[in-house]
């Protein structure tokens, strides 16, 4: 059963340390976005990739954050320094970018993060 | 830019109640639709989409939608709610070609048994 995989599923951390989530899309989707989800926003669209390069992250604060994707089973979203307005669930999906094709997201279980 | 707007952000009903979730989308170009739900403690998992043809969707569990091009409206609707779908609601709009998703800020639901 294939699925989107995401690293870790719970962190509390404390402000100003680093944090780094992990997501293995499905094998063979070549797209993938991150997104953050918190009550006062709802899910928001922070980036996404298709066959490893960045095509929008207008939707992630420049200064702390950073995603990448070092190869096509691997994405990693970094924040540092975390601040207490960063916690939230993160959610990585992966579609297989065919575009009108498909249209259907995978998401993972999410990574719940705790900045205190 | 795309943008999704759900207007209701809490909903209560008994089961067997009717349902019917608001969405509304701003787009210029020709969009593809979505809802996705969110079971408590779950990731999002897609409920139905439309891409053309008929506007009227039929999706899992009973749920359908409704495509109105000159409403800009993609509501959620199903005819008898149970308790098991007592769940958070997305509407998500995509531009055809990327696919990049932009989600409404969701709709809860809450089924009293």
């Known amino acids: 059963d294939a699925r989107v995989t995401q690293t870790p599923r719970h962190k509390v951390t404390e402000m100003g340390q680093e944090v780094t989530m992990r997501c293995q899309p499905i094998?063979?989707?070549?797209?993938v976005f991150w997104y953050r989800q918190t009550m006062m926003q709802g899910l928001e669209l922070l980036a996404y990739f298709r066959n490893r390069a960045p095509l929008d992250d207008s939707g992630m604060p420049k200064d702390r954050f950073s995603a990448e994707m070092p190869d096509a089973t691997l994405a990693t979203l970094k924040i540092q320094p975390s601040e207490p307005r960063d916690s939230a669930v993160y959610f990585c999906a992966s579609d297989t970018g065919l575009g009108a094709g498909s249209g259907e997201l995978f998401f993972g279980e999410g990574s719940r993060l705790t900045v205190l | 830019a795309q943008s999704v707007s759900q207007h209701n952000h809490h909903v209560i009903l008994s089961e067997a109640a009717s349902l019917e979730l608001g969405c509304n989308y701003s787009?210029?170009?020709?969009?593809?639709l979505f809802w996705y739900v969110q079971y408590p403690g779950q990731h999002l998992q897609l409920l139905l989409k439309y891409f053309s043809g008929d506007p009227l969707v039929k999706g899992i569990k009973g749920f359908e939608a409704e495509f109105i091009k000159s409403k800009f409206s993609f509501n959620l609707r199903k005819p008898s709610v149970q308790w098991s779908d007592t769940a958070e609601y997305f509407c998500?709009?995509?531009?055809?070609?990327?696919?990049?998703?932009?989600f409404g800020t969701g709709t809860r639901l809450l089924v009293s048994p």
């Open positions: 094998l063979g989707h070549n797209t």
């Open positions: 787009y210029g170009g020709t969009v593809n």
């Open positions: 998500a709009v995509g531009n055809t070609g990327f696919q990049k998703l932009v």
